[in-house]
């Protein structure tokens, strides 16, 4: 049997008996997660492959796949010509490791290096993804999966699915010859509207991808947005879908026709593949004015159909256990304004009050409570363990999805009515003239952004910051 360099090296680790090596003599062991400029085929056959940047050279990057409560463990190597830090969204992270350049970390260089090492507490279904320059770096492909599996096992129970996927969803602009429209990187255009939305939508980098399912079996499908701007409503008819999580976090089982996720935002949802099945069944999804294309199908893998499961969905192990205190709690305000139609006349920005033409050249259009994305100052402060009871008010004339780092939250409400659901998420899509309330407790330290996860309106004015503790 061939001995390969890795256990080798561990052989030679466990031969020294020197106890309580420090954690940095053990480097050398930490798996790489490179991004470098690599080649896709996202083009249908016959096109040409796409010059991308991707984490470990594929597209999307390599699923990262943990327990919950274990450890994630990468020396990030970028070989990109840009400075770049990655982040890994939705996890309850220590604010050293959160990868947001110039926030929690210096930006890696280019030939740089980094090492994230970090706990992921809650099981679901993450993703990582550069957070600089992200309108750039994501469009151009820097993201992956990042799955947290259950501490106790629920696959394989009764009610459960038998099988699982992770199904990311991104939409690319490409041009004629498969190379991604670069011209356009940056248009103001694209980002005081919905932001830079594309004309290709792939599955795990796969346009029209066909995924092999067994007749009979229950499957969870972890559906991930890795868009930097298209809201993608979804829809698996003949499915009957069951959503079982969302943003990570385990719900009460419900049937979704129609399943929505903005950017960055992820849905598991169960469903049951009929032993009949004769047919692919599509993914559609609308490409926009209820225009419902077919982005994917599974199809018959071929293999021998298990007899039909018609049970209830057995809901996901509950485990979020800290139960929100809304007596007292500290109130705070996000109001959106700018973008196209979005009669914005003034905001801040480097500390001076400008009006539209000035932040027109400055190429800032949003603003949050009056500020275009100055980082001086944070939204709020919190001392650690308070409870933030939050407003969404959009008064602009686009949907924007709010994200906040290093933390979930709770939705109370929308449009003034309690939602039923009182979902915990961690980014959260706010329509025009429907405010959105939410609460969480502060209850990790340190300094977090806040920010539209449709990445062009982040750049232009979206993006502010929280200090807890
Ligand atoms: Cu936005």
């Known amino acids: 049997m061939p001995i390969s360099r890795r256990a080798l090296l561990t052989a030679g680790a466990s031969a020294l008996t020197v106890p309580a090596l420090p954690r940095l ?34 597209i999307p990057g390599r699923e990262i796949r943990v327990r919950a409560g274990e450890r994630v463990r990468r020396r990030f190597v970028n070989d990109l010509p840009q400075d770049t830090a990655v982040h890994w969204h939705g996890i309850r992270i220590e604010n050293a490791m959160d990868g947001t350049a110039g926030v929690t970390q210096d930006p890696v260089p280019p030939g740089g290096t980094f090492d994230y090492d970090f706990v992921a507490p809650d099981p679901g279904t993450y993703w990582y993804h550069a957070h600089a320059r992200s309108w750039e770096q994501v469009a151009r492909g820097l993201a992956g999966p990042l799955i947290v599996e259950e501490g106790e096992a629920w696959a394989g129970l009764e009610g459960a699915a038998t099988r699982e996927a992770t199904l990311m969803l991104a939409d690319w602009r490409l041009q004629e ?200 100052d944070p939204a709020f402060r919190a001392p650690l363990g308070r409870t933030i009871r939050m407003r969404l008010v959009n008064d602009t004339a686009w949907a924007h999805g709010i994200h906040l780092h290093g933390h979930h939250f709770e939705v109370l409400s929308r449009g003034g009515r309690p939602d039923p659901h009182r979902d915990r998420r961690d980014t959260v899509m706010v329509m025009p003239d429907e405010p959105v309330e939410i609460a969480f407790v502060a209850d990790n330290p340190g300094r977090w952004l806040l920010h539209c996860h449709m990445l062009g309106h982040q750049a232009s004015g979206m993006l502010t910051w929280f200090e807890v503790g």
């Open 25 to 58: 003599a053990w480097a050398d062991d930490m798996p790489i997660l490179r991004a470098a400029p690599s080649n896709a085929q996202l083009a249908p056959e016959g096109y040409g492959t796409t010059p991308v940047w991707s984490y470990g050279g594929t």
């Open 177 to 376: 010859d498969a190379a991604l429209h670069e011209a356009s990187f940056g248009d103001l255009h694209d980002w005081s509207h919905a932001g830079r939305l594309g004309n290709t939508v792939t599955i795990n980098g796969a346009i029209d991808a066909r995924l092999p399912v067994q007749r009979g079996e229950r499957l969870r499908l972890r559906l991930i947005n890795a868009a930097t701007a298209r809201v993608m409503p979804l829809r698996l008819p003949g499915l009957a879908p069951v959503l079982i999580a969302l943003d990570g976090h385990t719900i009460a089982p419900r049937a979704a026709e129609e399943i929505v996720l903005a950017p960055a935002q992820r849905a598991d949802v169960v469903v049951d593949v009929s032993p009949e099945m004769d047919a692919p069944l599509p993914i559609l999804m609308d490409a926009g004015r209820d225009e419902w294309i077919e982005i994917g199908a599974l199809v018959d893998g071929g293999e021998t159909p298990l007899p039909p499961q018609d049970g209830p969905v057995r809901a996901l192990p509950m485990t979020m256990d800290h139960a929100l205190d809304l007596t007292a709690p500290q109130e705070e305000l996000l109001r959106m304004e700018g973008g196209a139609m979005g009669g914005l006349r003034r905001a801040r920005l480097g500390g001076v009050d400008r009006d539209f033409r000035e932040l027109v050249a400055a190429r800032r259009v949003w603003a949050f409570n009056g500020v275009a994305g100055d980082m001086d």
